[in-house]
């Protein structure tokens, strides 16, 4: 399958930590991006395809996989985190992309 | 600074053709580490890759969606382009430009267009 899965929504506590994930069979093989997209904005590149910080990105934001599931996580949420959050990878084998569903991130 | 900016009709009518362009500034389409892609949204719902050119002409699509489009490259206008035939409702959405790269095993889009929305309606 080269479908990718996320929680619809997750709430943090100001300040605290929040873990993102995404499933799917191709993440087996293949890390996953992740972008980050504000209300009425185009996406934002958080995380790369080796769980790094793209330039300019907090240092709060971290990436890691294991087995079938990659996760992004905000380490000390602040209240301009609030966003949904997409993540991306191989479809499979060939050279086609997949999206999550994305999660909306509440920062309470 | 990489600027990616689309165009082209903001309305378009059941059953004909969506034509979109990106003009990108600050940088080389010809570029050999990136691809060209279109990424779209419905309202209120999540992110959906179109697909992928290369300066090239090399072209990657969606399987959902590969019959009805065409992604082109017009390297001497630092430009690309989508056309998607035999539009319906479900084909409203705000649609996005965005430079992938082209070296990595995990798709990286990391410049994306501001948007455009696009609906289909008589």
């Known amino acids: 399958s080269s479908e990718l899965t996320q929680d619809p929504a997750v709430s943090v506590a100001l300040g605290q930590t929040v873990r993102i994930t995404c499933q799917g069979d191709?993440?087996?093989?293949?890390?996953a991006s992740w972008y980050q997209q504000k209300a009425g904005q185009a996406p934002v590149f958080v995380i790369d395809g080796k769980n790094n910080r793209p330039s300019g990105i907090p240092d709060r934001f971290s990436g890691s996989s294991s087995g079938n599931t990659a996760s992004l996580t905000i380490t000390g949420a602040q209240a301009e985190d609030e966003a949904d959050y997409y993540c991306s990878s191989r479809a499979s084998s060939d050279n086609h992309v997949v999206f999550g569903g994305g999660t909306k991130l509440t920062v309470l | 600074q990489l600027q990616l900016q689309e165009s082209g009709p903001g309305l378009v009518k059941p059953s004909e053709t969506l034509s979109l362009t990106c003009t990108v500034s600050g940088g080389s389409i010809s570029s050999s580490s990136h691809y060209w892609g279109w990424i779209r949204q419905p309202p209120g719902k999540g992110l959906e890759w179109i697909g992928n050119?290369?300066?090239?002409?090399?072209?990657y699509y969606n399987p959902s969606l590969k019959s009805r489009v065409t992604i082109s490259v017009d390297t001497s206008k630092n430009q690309f382009s989508l056309k998607l035939s035999s539009v319906t409702a479900a084909d409203t959405a705000v649609y996005y430009c965005?430079?992938?790269?082209?070296?990595?095993?995990?798709?990286?889009?990391?410049?994306w267009g501001q948007g455009t929305l696009v609906a289909v309606s008589s």
């Open positions: 050119i290369y300066y090239s002409g090399t072209t």
């Open positions: 965005a430079r992938r790269i082209a070296t990595t095993a995990v798709p990286e889009f990391d410049y």
């Open positions: 191709s993440l087996r093989r293949y890390y």
